[in-house]
């Protein structure tokens, strides 16, 4: 008989084990003697640092938590988006040539983004930015000329529900053929 409820302990604590979030080994930081931090899983003389759980977004489908596992009830209708816009940069707005084709893109959602759905973004009618859960991109590298960006608002199904109205954005890139350029050995005085 005590056989019978050792083997039901233990039994209950495997299962209880396997259902529980995997742990992760303690990570600790350590500054060396020319000041370069370094992570490591072995203590020494760092201190432990404490880590949030990681998202983990599945590019085929929802976003998934470590962590312990939660149902989460269907949003009962779509919302309507008042205002999908975006707001800077501005229209026929010009990158001078100091900011080398690096803008960032920012939007005005109203009412807030809600949760499933998420903004891509395109340049030149090309998908530049996957879909992310935020109203701010930054763009890199443009190269010189003029670029349409426009947003898309996309459901949990991957389709576009809204766009915003296209913005014209002009892009100056420094070039050596300019006679004001610094680079430019030819350049007069």
Request: no cysteine; net charge neutral.
């Amino acid at each position: 008989m005590q056989t019978g409820i050792v083997v039901s302990v233990i039994s209950s604590f495997l299962m209880v084990w396997a259902a529980s979030p995997v742990m992760a080994a303690p990570i600790y930081r350590h500054v060396d003697a020319q000041g370069n931090v370094i992570y490591s899983d072995e203590p020494g003389a760092g201190n432990r640092v404490n880590l949030k759980p990681i998202t983990v977004v599945d590019p085929a489908g929802g976003e998934i938590r470590s962590g312990p596992h939660r149902s989460v009830a269907p949003e009962a209708a779509a919302v309507e988006y008042e205002r999908f816009v975006i707001t800077r940069p501005g229209d026929q707005q010009t990158l001078p040539t100091g900011q080398a084709g690096n803008v960032q893109v920012k939007l005005a959602i109203e009412p807030a983004l809600q949760r499933g759905d998420r903004v891509q973004l395109r340049v030149d009618g090309k998908v530049s930015q996957s879909p992310m859960h935020t109203s701010v991109f930054v763009l890199s590298q443009l190269p010189r000329g003029e670029h349409q960006l426009q947003a898309d608002l996309v459901d949990a199904q991957g389709q576009v529900k809204l766009s915003t109205p296209p913005v014209t954005l002009y892009v100056q890139r420094a070039s050596v053929n300019l006679p004001a350029n610094p680079n430019n050995s030819n350049r007069r005085e």
